[in-house]
């Protein structure tokens, strides 16, 4: 891929990851803070079981946007990974076994589930510590970014309560703010694509 084919493409993931993150976000917060109120219904299920797939773009955008480095990159691996499989966990909690009364989970299952979070864990911890040491996003989201999303993570399978709902809102406000901050990045490069031409004579 040419330079000149290449920033168009960076464009357009950036914006695109601004954009799904900005999504994922509020079907994040906005279903939970329903929640908080009329506990959780088939809608509202829906909607979040879907919210991790919207992640991964952002996440992506996020990783291009700061430098390269050995942490950032190993973080970006391990947390794409665990979101997957945690996004598959969410999807078959909030959409599959909502449906079902007290369905009883096999052994087996229960690992992969608590494997999966704590993969996705681990991943973010660590590319958020690569976030706070490149200071390309705003701190404040990404030390949430740190600290609630493995809360969340773990809180996934536990009842619906003001506190769990809390951390949606918490959760999905943080990602909205991450998408809000690598969104800006993704207009610069066309504004400046086109160099001044000097026309003065020599």
């Keep these: 891929m040419t330079c000149a084919n290449s920033v168009p493409a960076m464009t357009f993931l950036l914006r695109f990851g601004a954009l799904c993150g900005a999504l994922s976000g509020l079907f994040i917060a906005l279903p939970g803070a329903v929640e908080g109120f009329v506990g959780e219904t088939t809608a509202t299920s829906l909607v979040i079981g879907v919210s991790p797939a919207l992640a991964a773009p952002l996440l992506t955008a996020l990783y291009l946007k700061q ?11 391990v947390n794409f990974l665990g979101l997957g499989l945690f996004g598959a966990a969410a999807y ?7 449906h079902l009364d007290q369905p009883i989970l096999a052994a087996p299952t ?12 681990v991943g973010t911890v660590l590319f958020a510590m690569s976030m706070i040491k490149a200071r390309t996003h705003p701190l404040v989201p990404v ?9 969340f993570t773990f809180a996934a399978p536990l009842p619906d309560t003001p506190l769990t709902s809390a951390l949606h809102v918490v959760v999905g406000g943080t990602l909205v703010w991450l998408a809000r901050s690598v969104y ?19």
Excluded: C, D
Excluded at 67 to 77: D, F, M, Q, S
Excluded at 92 to 98: E, H, K, M, T
Excluded at 111 to 118: G, N, Q
């Design 92 to 98: 078959a909690l909030n959409i599959v076994l909502f």
């Design 110 to 121: 229960k690992i992969v589930l608590t494997a999966s979070a704590l993969i996705f864990a």
């Design 67 to 77: 430098p390269r480095t050995t942490l950032g990159t190993v973080g970006y691996v």
């Design 184 to 202: 800006p990045a993704a207009i610069r490069p066309a504004a400046n694509s086109s160099p001044k031409i000097n026309t003065m004579p020599a």
């Design 143 to 151: 030390w949430t970014y740190a600290i609630a999303l493995p809360l």
